[in-house]
């Protein structure tokens, strides 16, 4: 571990931990990284629901004294919400691609997405958790899931069918620290999102990598900068 100012890594609803920052290890040659699991992901124990106060817990348990956060996805809801009670803890707040879509449910893009997937998440308790999981990742990519055909498949699919709608967060605020949005500029969704982030004083990147600009070499570098000065250093 380096001397340097902590980061804390909040994965979204994917993979977790280290493994959903596989361009961001080397940052630890100059910060203190933590990859954090939300509440609910292990690759041992039975999946959780949300539960949005645990997932600010676990964040403000690893920030100690204070730091950097980067959030992917869901992620970001449970950072924005620290952030927002506990901004003495949050020095910056990287977020990528955010599924803040509590903020801006009445715009259009993000309306129609509730309207798309509000009846999938009312009728998700009778289905099977793959049955969900499919139904999930057709309409949020227009293409087709591969089989859960194994363990770890299998436990993937029972917690997303666990998740909350991102859309009924407790989150209506944004915080007062300085803030990065990367996006990836395939879906109109996060624009959206970004864009009512950016008018509140965020600043607004795009990288290439689809849902994870974070994995590309312009979207980590954007990360990488934003870490070190918290400013807008791209050209």
């Known amino acids: 571990m380096t001397g340097g100012e902590r980061v804390v890594f909040v994965h979204g609803a994917g993979s977790f931990g280290a493994a959903a920052w596989p361009r961001q290890h080397g940052l630890s040659l100059d910060f203190d990284c933590l990859y954090v699991r939300r509440h609910g992901f292990s690759a041992t124990e039975e999946p959780l629901p949300t539960d949005h106060a645990r997932d600010q817990a676990i964040i403000a348990e690893a920030l100690g004294a204070g730091g950097h956060v980067v959030a992917h996805a869901q992620g970001a809801v449970a950072a924005m919400m620290l952030a927002v009670e ?123 990598g689809g849902h994870r600009p974070h994995d590309s070499e312009d979207g980590a570098a954007l990360v990488r900068s934003f870490l070190r000065t918290g400013q807008d250093t791209a050209a």
């Open 86 to 208: 506990r901004p003495d803890l949050v020095r910056t707040l990287t977020l990528v691609e955010p599924a803040c879509f509590s903020l801006t449910a009445d715009l259009p893009a993000t309306s129609a997405h509730i309207a798309l997937m509000a009846p999938l998440f009312a009728a998700r308790h009778p289905v099977s958790d793959e049955e969900f999981s499919r139904s999930l990742f057709r309409r949020t990519f227009s293409a087709e899931a591969g089989t859960a055909d194994t363990t770890e498949g299998r436990r993937g699919a029972a917690r997303l069918r666990l998740q909350s709608p991102p859309w009924e967060a407790p989150l209506s605020i944004v915080p007062g620290v300085p803030t990065s949005v990367l996006t990836g500029g395939w879906e109109p969704l996060y624009e959206e999102v970004a864009d009512y982030l950016a008018g509140t004083g965020a600043i607004h990147r795009q990288a290439p």
